[in-house]
């Protein structure tokens, strides 16, 4: 059957961007789209939006249907794309956020890693795995496009618990460039780039324009200043560059935590600083609060986010689900280039998360890496790297250690596991000792409640 489905379609603007692109493209346009959000009243207004932008934007041709049973949802599907976000804004971002920060341990973003990341984990793991568990039964051959984070640890227990295929997509990989050239104000035509490390905490290794390595000149206008008064300030200025293609003209820079990591590391990280600033031990410290200042850090930053999320949607939702003459501009997301490859074999070259077989050499085969890959008629061949520079492959292991032990827990229901990845997460053990550690992740499991299995 020639069917994608959407778990997590109540992810309305998200599901309008993925859907939306498929619907526009000419090998997708006749397919079903199967929407499942546990939330009715989000899954209704998804439906109408894309009822919408299918009648405007495909001339009816999809059969767009809403399901409340997940596996009748699933059944028959070629294609599924997965976006929810178990626990929500309420209760659980606020528990990741509220409960570390009464130990002294602050966070900016934690969705991917740190303390929040790993307990994100920990609660969308077993709902990932009644995902795959499904899918076995109804729709054994599917491709599984995860976009949930934490994207690294959701990626290493599908590929460790199902033969489920599994490929996860982020923003970071595609944004880098666009983002790093805008923010120094040069030119983006004619680049050639390797992108490679895990989630998050992948690493531009290489770029260059006509055979010309660009390194030197990214390094020198990295350290020029001056830099922007305050994080609001420079945010209004980030929040421009998207919409500006080429040579930019921006001369000021707000990404202070990703220039200093390349200071002392040599090479460009893909996420943001408001991401790395809590992934490292370095910028987020009770001992130092003046780090906070200097390298623009928007400490509780998700949770801000959240609240004017919630707060903005009804407004949004007149524009988007109420609006009958809905049409769909094609976005930069990835996955209907995906679909379009694998249908027509037309190559589509894009970053992936993938299980690390053999791809990147000097990190293990039991982790989930980032890499480039190549979707065609042949299926999605994922790139090898070779090996990373040592420094960076050991900022990594840092990282693929945690999301190894979260994993471990989430598949074997051992309590000691949650413990030790806590332990070597390196921001919170650079700042509390193993007991407010232990401690912590003690109230954190009980606050969850019924959103965590029992572990022993």
């Not at 804004?89 to 890693?113: A, M, S, W």
């Not at 945690?402 to 053990?429: E, F």
């Amino acid at each position: 059957m020639n069917k994608i489905t959407f778990l997590g379609a109540g992810s309305s603007v998200f599901a309008k961007n993925v859907l939306g692109d498929c619907l526009q493209t000419d090998c997708l346009r006749e397919y079903e789209y199967a929407l499942f959000d546990i939330d009715p009243k989000r899954l209704e207004e998804s439906y109408m939006m894309l009822s919408n932008i299918n009648r405007n934007s495909n001339s009816g041709q999809a059969k767009i249907v809403k399901y409340t049973d997940r596996k009748e949802a699933l059944r028959g599907a070629k294609y599924v794309i997965n976006a929810i976000q178990v626990g929500g804004y309420e209760p659980c971002t606020v528990t990741d956020f509220e409960i570390p920060k009464k130990y002294g341990l602050r966070q900016t973003i934690g969705d991917t890693n740190g303390i929040g990341g790993i307990f994100r984990a920990l609660r969308t793991i077993p709902v990932m795995l009644d995902f795959a568990k499904d899918m076995e039964a109804v729709c054994p051959d599917a491709l599984f496009i995860n976009y949930t984070n934490p994207m690294s640890m959701l990626t290493l227990a599908m590929g460790r618990a199902t033969p489920i295929q599994t490929i996860g997509l982020c923003h970071s990989h595609q944004e880098c460039i666009p983002g790093l050239f805008g923010k120094l104000g040069l030119p983006q035509n004619g680049l050639h780039y390797k992108i490679a490390g895990i989630n998050h905490m992948a690493w531009l290794l290489e770029i260059s324009r006509n055979g010309e390595d660009l390194y030197p000149l990214i390094r020198k206008r990295a350290m020029e200043g001056p830099v922007f008064d305050s994080y609001a300030e420079a945010r209004k200025i980030y929040r421009q560059i998207p919409q500006i293609e080429g040579a930019f003209g921006i001369e000021n820079h707000d990404d202070m935590v990703r220039f200093e990591l390349m200071k002392q590391f040599g090479y460009y990280v893909t996420e943001s600083s408001e991401h790395s600033a809590e992934y490292y031990p370095y910028f987020i410290k009770k001992n130092y609060p003046e780090l906070i200042q200097k390298f623009n850090i928007p400490l509780d930053e998700y949770p801000r986010r959240c609240v004017i999320q919630i707060e903005e949607w009804e407004e949004q939702a007149k524009k988007l689900v109420h609006d009958e003459n809905l049409t769909h501009k094609h976005s930069h997301e990835y996955a209907s280039g995906i679909l379009e490859a694998l249908e027509t074999g037309k190559d589509f070259s894009f970053g992936g998360n993938v299980m690390n077989t053999g791809l990147i050499d000097n990190l293990p085969a039991d982790c989930c890496v980032e890499v480039t890959c190549l979707a065609n008629a042949g299926g999605i061949q994922p790139c090898h790297v070779g090996a990373l520079p040592h420094q960076l492959a050991a900022l990594n292991m840092r990282q693929i250690s945690v999301h190894q032990l979260t994993v471990d827990a989430a598949l074997t229901g051992k309590k000691d596991c949650i413990y030790q990845a806590a332990l070597l997460d390196p921001h919170a053990s650079a700042e509390l000792s193993i007991d407010e550690i232990r401690a912590m992740v003690d109230d954190l499991i009980e606050a969850h409640g019924e959103w965590l299995p029992k572990y022993q």
